[in-house]
C-alpha cells in the first residue's frame, strides 16, 4: 500500500515549493506553527521545571460550576451538560470533555444525578466513558446511570425539542451549555430560566454569544473555554500552554499594527502576500 | 494501552494532517483525503451504537412505564416505520420524502420560529437599567432596532447609518476580537491533543 501511494505520489501534479519539500502557498504559516509551537512547548518545560508560570485570571463561569452543582443537591434536582451541536474532534468539544470529567467528578462526590444529552453520536459513547471514569475515580461507580447519557438525536431541532422534553420532566436545577450552538442556543438558554436552573454557558459561536449573555447567569466568551481543561485541573503543565496562547495573540496584534500602518502607506498587502508565499 | 493506544492514534493522524497541509509529498499522497473517507466508515459504525441506545433508552421507558412513556412508544414507532419505509423504497421515495418534507421540515420551521418569542422574553429581562454594561446594551439594541426597521429613518434621518455604524464597527470589531482568540485557543488546544497532554477525551484527567 505504502508503495502504491508513493508511486501515485511521484505520478502527481508539481507544487510551487521551497527546497523540493515544503508546499509554498503554506512555508510561512509553517514556520509560524513551529515557532507557536516552540513557544508552547518553553512554557510547557518550564512549568515542568517547577519555575513560576503566570496564573490564568479569575474566570467566573468556572467557579461558578462547583456552586450550581451545590445548588442542584440541595434542591433535590439533577445537573444537565451538554456539548451542543459541535463535531466529535472540534476544539470546543475536546474542551467540553475536560469541563464534563470535571463535572461529572462533583455530581459523584455529591450524590448528584447528572444528565448529559448529545446531538452527536460520535460524542455520546466518549462522554459515556468520561462519565464513567469519573465515577470511578471519585469511589462512586454505583451511581452511575448509563440511561442518563444520551444520544436524542442528529437534527438541530429535534434534539432542541428532546432537550426542552427533558428539561420539561426532570426540572434540572443546574444547566451547563458548553461547545458549538447555533440557533437552538435562545431556546435552551430560555427552557432553563423557565424551570429555574442556574445556568452556566461557554461557546466560541458570536452569533451565540449575545443570547447566552442575556440567557445565562455566566457566560464563557470564545478563548475561555479553551482555559477550562488548565482552569480546572490547575495543572502547571495544561497553564504553559495557555500562556504560550497569550504569547502568540500579542504576536498577531503586532501584526496586526504592522499590517495596518503598512495598508495606509502602500497599496499592496505585504503581508498577506508574505503569508500566501507569494514572493 | 486504553489510554495509550487511542492517544497514539490521534497524535499519528494529526501528524498526517500536517503532513498533508505543509508538505509537497504529503498533499501529493493525499492522507487527509484518505482518513476522511475512513471516518465516514466509523461514523456509520457509531451512528447504528447511537442507535441501539435510542432503542434501549425508550424501550426501557416504555417497559418500566416511566413518566411519559407514550412519548417513547410515538418515537419507537416513527423511527423505526420511517426506517422500514425508506428501506423499502429508498429515502428518494414518494412516500418517504412527503413525510420529511411536510412533516419534519415543518415542525423544525415552528421550532426555528418560536426563537422570536424566546428572544423577547430575554430581552424583557435582561435589557434592564441595572448596571452600566446592561443600560449600555438597552441603547444600543433600541437603536440598532429601530435603525435596521423602516421606521427609524422616518422619524429621525441618519439613524439607520449609525445603527449600520454600530453593528459595522462596533459590533464586528468585538466579533473579530473574540473570534482571534478563540481561533488561538483552539489551536493550542488541538495542540496539546497532539503532544499528548489533553486526555480528557480518553476518559482521564489532563496530563
Redesign the interface.
Known amino acids: 500500500m505504502l508503495k502504491g501511494?508513493?508511486l501515485?505520489?511521484?505520478a502527481?501534479?508539481e507544487?510551487p515549493?521551497v527546497l523540493?519539500?515544503?508546499?509554498q502557498s503554506?512555508?510561512v504559516?509553517?514556520i509560524l506553527?513551529l515557532a507557536?509551537?516552540g513557544i508552547?512547548?518553553m512554557m510547557?518545560q518550564r512549568a515542568r521545571a517547577g519555575l513560576p508560570v503566570p496564573e490564568i485570571r479569575k474566570i467566573p463561569g468556572l467557579d461558578a460550576l462547583d456552586e450550581a452543582v451545590g445548588r442542584a443537591t440541595e434542591m433535590g434536582r439533577p445537573v444537565h451538560i451538554t456539548p451542543g451541536l459541535g463535531t466529535v474532534g472540534a476544539?470546543?468539544t475536546?474542551?467540553f470533555?475536560?469541563l464534563?470529567?470535571h463535572v461529572a467528578k462533583l455530581t459523584a462526590k455529591y450524590d448528584t444525578r447528572l444528565i448529559q444529552t448529545n446531538r452527536n453520536?460520535?460524542i455520546?459513547?466518549?462522554a459515556e466513558?468520561?462519565i464513567?471514569?469519573a465515577y470511578l475515580?471519585a469511589g462512586r461507580p454505583d451511581a452511575f446511570n448509563a440511561?442518563d447519557v444520551?444520544?436524542?438525536s442528529?437534527?438541530?431541532?429535534?434534539y432542541?425539542?428532546a432537550v426542552m422534553?427533558i428539561f420539561r420532566?426532570e426540572r434540572p436545577a443546574a444547566n451547563i451549555m458548553f461547545g458549538y450552538f447555533y440557533?437552538e442556543s435562545?431556546?435552551l438558554?430560555?427552557i432553563g430560566?423557565q424551570v429555574g436552573a442556574i445556568q452556566v454557558a461557554g461557546t466560541?459561536s458570536?452569533a451565540q454569544?449575545p443570547?447566552f449573555?442575556?440567557?445565562c447567569d455566566y457566560t464563557l466568551?470564545?478563548?475561555e473555554?479553551?482555559?477550562a481543561?488548565?482552569y480546572v485541573?490547575k495543572?502547571p503543565?495544561?497553564t504553559g500552554?495557555?500562556v504560550?496562547?497569550d504569547w502568540?495573540?500579542v504576536f498577531?496584534f503586532a501584526m496586526i499594527l504592522v499590517g495596518t500602518v503598512i495598508a495606509n502607506f502602500s497599496e499592496t498587502n505585504i503581508i498577506k502576500d508574505i503569508l500566501n508565499g507569494v514572493w | 494501552m486504553r489510554k495509550e493506544l487511542p492517544m497514539f492514534i490521534g497524535v499519528l493522524a494529526g501528524l498526517a494532517v500536517?503532513f498533508d497541509?505543509?508538505?509537497?509529498?504529503g498533499?501529493?499522497?493525499?492522507l487527509t483525503a484518505t482518513l476522511d473517507d475512513w471516518s465516514v466508515v466509523m461514523?456509520g459504525m457509531?451512528?447504528a451504537?447511537?442507535?441501539i441506545?435510542?432503542t434501549r433508552?425508550h424501550y426501557?421507558n416504555v417497559k418500566r412505564r416511566r413518566?411519559?412513556f407514550i412519548?417513547s412508544i410515538v418515537l419507537l414507532v416513527t423511527m423505526y416505520g420511517y426506517l422500514a419505509l425508506a428501506l423499502y423504497e429508498t429515502v428518494d421515495g414518494p412516500n418517504a420524502t412527503f413525510i420529511f418534507d411536510n412533516v419534519?421540515r415543518t415542525?423544525?420551521s415552528t421550532?426555528?420560529g418560536?426563537?422570536a418569542f424566546?428572544?423577547a422574553?430575554?430581552?424583557y429581562?435582561?435589557?434592564r437599567v441595572r448596571t452600566r454594561e446592561a443600560t449600555l446594551m438597552l441603547v444600543a439594541a433600541v437603536l440598532v432596532m429601530i435603525g435596521k426597521a423602516p421606521v427609524g429613518d422616518a422619524l429621525v434621518a441618519g439613524w439607520d447609518p449609525l445603527a449600520e455604524w454600530i453593528l459595522n464597527v462596533i459590533n464586528t470589531g468585538g466579533?473579530k476580537g473574540?473570534?482571534?482568540?478563540?481561533y488561538?485557543?483552539?489551536?493550542?488546544?488541538?495542540?496539546?491533543?497532539l503532544?499528548g497532554?489533553?486526555r480528557?477525551?480518553l476518559?482521564?484527567?489532563?496530563?
Open positions: 501511494l508513493f501515485m505520489a511521484e502527481a501534479e507544487l515549493s523540493g519539500i515544503f508546499i503554506v512555508f504559516q509553517f506553527v507557536f509551537l508552547v512547548y510547557i476544539a470546543e475536546l474542551a470533555y475536560a464534563l470529567g453520536y460520535l455520546y459513547p466518549i466513558e468520561i464513567r471514569q475515580e440511561d444520551m444520544w436524542l442528529d437534527w438541530q431541532w429535534s432542541t425539542a422534553g420532566a440557533a435562545m431556546v438558554a430560555e430560566n466560541t458570536t454569544l443570547f449573555v442575556a440567557g466568551i470564545g478563548e473555554i479553551y482555559a481543561s488548565a485541573s495543572e503543565v495544561l500552554t495557555v504560550g496562547q502568540g495573540k498577531v | 500536517i497541509r505543509y508538505f509537497v509529498l498533499r501529493n499522497l493525499g461514523d457509531m451512528f451504537v447511537g442507535f441506545n435510542l433508552l426501557l413518566a411519559g412519548y419534519f415542525m423544525g421550532m426555528y418560536m426563537i424566546f428572544i422574553s430575554a430581552a429581562r435582561a435589557f466579533m473574540i473570534l482571534l482568540g478563540a488561538l485557543g483552539a489551536f493550542a488546544t488541538a495542540l496539546r491533543v503532544l497532554l489533553e480528557a477525551h476518559g482521564g484527567a489532563a496530563k
